[in-house]
């Protein structure tokens, strides 16, 4: 089910510096949409004004079936939105004490109230941490926290930007493998859309992907059919061997070196296996290999 579309949706913030431009996506029921790219490159801007938390200057927003967003049905349609922004707002006194309350603003009172409260607490790993307050708890939790809170409204689209960018690597892996379990239950209608940097978590728990780069939609798409036209394969890999030794392995690839890492692009038959194999018969030690042909991290090179 189609919860989400914009046409044509553009943005230009009155500086002039910046302009998000002729964006047009889709976003369903039971599915993660992940926006990537690099810092300033309009992610922020497009989750808030698909989140009503920002105008926008051109194009068609059509939520839950209505064609035209109006004023008088504007309210219904934010009531239907969760909306989980990079800065989290602090919340007073005991966590759960919150979420209860949360639940009987939405008219859930008494046991169903806690029932309710409890099911998600059980879910998102908070059982040890409701009876505490914010400042007890880390930023992780704190984003757990919030997320139970929205989804106490029973939430049809979920909004949320960076949510992953201050965990470590074990808290982004728990937090998205619990999203995507949430986000795919039966008895919820929901779509999320999150962005983020982290490309490997992103792409790994999401089933399409934005990529932004300038203000412009450079890719709008199912994950698996990322680099599904490509000309070329492309790697990453920090290597004992220096960039004279990889270029003369495979000559006329091109290569270009950030840090200790060097991106190389083969022909596309030459597959990740074959590279490899090329590699070790040159006694290269492999410190870090990633295959980035069906991975928008591609895209950041061009």
Known sequence: MNLFSCNNL????????????????ELRSGEITGVVGENGNGKTTLLRIIAGDLAHDAGKLNYFGNNE?????????HSRIAYIPQRI???????????????AIRGVKGKEA???????????GLNEYANLKWKEISTGYRLRFQLAKMLLINPDLLVLDEPIANLDM??????LSDLRNLVTEKKRN?????????????????DSIVFLKKGEMIYSGA???????????????????????????????????????FHIKVP??????????????KEGKILYFRDISSSTRRLFND
Not at 116 to 121: F, I, K, Q, Y
Not at 170 to 175: E, H, I, L, R, T
Not at 268 to 281: I, Q, T
Request: glycine share 4%; net charge negative; aromatic share 8%.
């Open 223 to 261: 994950v698996s059919k990322i680099g599904e036209k490509r000309e070329d394969n492309e790697f990453e890999i920090h290597t004992t061997l220096s960039q004279a030794e990889l270029s003369a392995l495979f000559e006329d690839s091109p290569i270009t070196k950030i840090g200790k890492t």
């Open 89 to 103: 707002p602090q919340w007073y006194g005991v966590l759960k004490a919150n979420l209860i309350f949360q639940a």
């Open 10 to 25: 553009t943005k230009q913030y009155r500086s002039g510096s910046f302009t998000l431009k002729d964006i047009s996506l």
């Open 170 to 175: 074990n808290a982004q892996g728990k937090f």
């Open 114 to 124: 806690d029932y309710l409260v409890d099911e998600l607490l059980d879910k998102l």
């Open 268 to 281: 596309l038959n030459v597959s990740s296996e074959d590279f490899l194999r090329e590699v070790m018969k």
């Open 69 to 77: 967003v109006d004023v008088l049905s504007w309210e219904h349609i």
């Open 190 to 206: 929901v779509s999320v859309i999150l962005s983020s940097q982290q490309l490997h978590e992103i792409e790994n728990v999401a």
